[in-house]
């Protein structure tokens, strides 16, 4: 049933001149705003899609499809009507746990990850979350600058907590309050 609402709800926004100008300019995706908005049932595969071009150990779509389920905290960022990021974060008992972050890699390093960020720090906020945790590769160094400039700090470590080339790799456990 949600998937037909999906599909009127597209049918309904769904703009021709716009979607003929992105087609045929395609430099004018890149300068279209970062729209985020909460993820819907539709979207699952192209996030599913992201996370395989993102990273080298991806989720799998069902773990997508039960985070979904389950009324974690998804949203995403769309450019031009394309998904581009998302955002998954978990929340109870006043804390909040970031448990997926990502941009598509040909848009990395433009801000978006940081938008997505500070969205999901503002959704966790009100529900009244005073804390937020997150895990990251000590390898990522990317998302370890973007989570101290964040305010994020290191609190510890999660022994053999990845999958790795050679193995497992620890996770760092970084945290801030809200
Ligand atoms: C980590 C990730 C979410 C960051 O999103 P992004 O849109 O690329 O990053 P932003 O453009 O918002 O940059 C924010 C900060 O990240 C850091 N950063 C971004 N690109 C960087 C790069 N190429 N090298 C080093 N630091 C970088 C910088 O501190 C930057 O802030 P600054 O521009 O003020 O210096 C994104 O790179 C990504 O999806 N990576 C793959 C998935 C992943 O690793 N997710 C995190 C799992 S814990």
């Given at each position: 049933?949600?998937e037909l609402?999906?599909?009127?709800?597209?049918?309904?926004?769904?703009?021709?001149?716009?979607?003929?100008?992105?087609?045929?300019?395609?430099?004018?995706?890149?300068?279209?705003?970062?729209?985020?908005?909460?993820m819907r049932?539709?979207?699952?595969?192209?996030?599913?899609?992201?996370?395989?071009?993102?990273?080298?150990?991806?989720?799998?779509?069902?773990?997508?499809?039960?985070?979904?389920?389950?009324?974690?905290?998804?949203?995403?960022?769309?450019?031009?009507?394309?998904?581009?990021?998302?955002?998954?974060?978990?929340?109870?008992?006043?804390?909040?746990?970031?448990?997926?972050?990502?941009v598509a890699?040909?848009?990395?390093?433009?801000?978006?990850?940081?938008?997505?960020?500070?969205?999901?720090?503002?959704?966790?906020?009100?529900?009244?979350?005073?804390?937020?945790?997150?895990?990251?590769?000590?390898?990522?160094?990317?998302?370890?600058?973007?989570?101290?400039?964040?305010?994020?700090?290191?609190?510890?470590?999660?022994?053999?907590?990845?999958?790795?080339?050679?193995?497992?790799?620890?996770?760092?456990?970084?945290?801030?309050?809200?």
């Amino acid at each position: 049933m949600s998937e037909l609402f999906d599909y009127i709800r597209r049918w309904i926004n769904y703009d021709p001149e716009t979607e003929f100008y992105y087609k045929h300019f395609p430099s004018l995706v890149e300068t279209a705003e970062l729209v985020l908005r909460p993820m819907r049932r539709a979207d699952l595969k192209s996030v599913a899609a992201i996370e395989q071009a993102a990273y080298e150990f991806p989720w799998e779509p069902a773990t997508f499809r039960d985070c979904f389920n389950v009324g974690y905290c998804c949203w995403i960022g769309e450019k031009a009507g394309q998904i581009v990021a998302y955002g998954i974060c978990s929340v109870g008992a006043g804390e909040s746990h970031v448990l997926n972050l990502c941009v598509a890699p040909h848009i990395q390093g433009n801000g978006y990850g940081r938008i997505m960020l500070e969205k999901l720090m503002e959704i966790a906020k009100s529900y009244r979350a005073d804390s937020m945790f997150l895990e990251v590769r000590p390898s990522n160094r990317r998302a370890i600058k973007l989570y101290q400039q964040m305010g994020f700090n290191e609190i510890g470590t999660r022994k053999d907590y990845y999958p790795a080339r050679n193995g497992r790799e620890d996770a760092l456990i970084m945290a801030r309050t809200l």
